[in-house]
């Protein structure tokens, strides 16, 4: 299944964080929060200004990004959990 998203959202696969402390104890899944960290997979065109011309969006596909806790909607994508989120809850690009 392939998924665009509309407008100013993206479409993000969470990327996941480390299980283990850094005393060695390993986190099981069911205490575990979840990461708030992804990449970008799809984009949305961008938004229209009042003027009627497209803004493009800041991220692109690809991008490694840090996102709000309880940012976006929870999708499933080929049996895959996804996020779709506006640019807005993203936070920051990771260079």
Do not use: C, N, Y
């Amino acid at each position: 299944m392939k998924i665009k998203p509309l407008h100013d959202r993206v479409l993000i696969r969470r990327v996941d964080e480390t299980v283990k402390t850094a005393g060695g104890i390993i986190i099981p899944d069911t205490a575990k929060e979840k990461p708030s960290e992804g990449i970008i997979e799809a984009v949305g065109e961008g938004l229209r200004g009042e003027d009627g011309k497209l803004i493009p969006l800041s991220v692109k596909v690809g991008d490694r990004v840090l996102f709000g806790k309880w940012s976006g909607t929870e999708v499933k994508v080929d049996g895959e959990d996804r996020l779709i989120a506006k640019e807005a809850d993203i936070l920051a690009i990771i260079e």
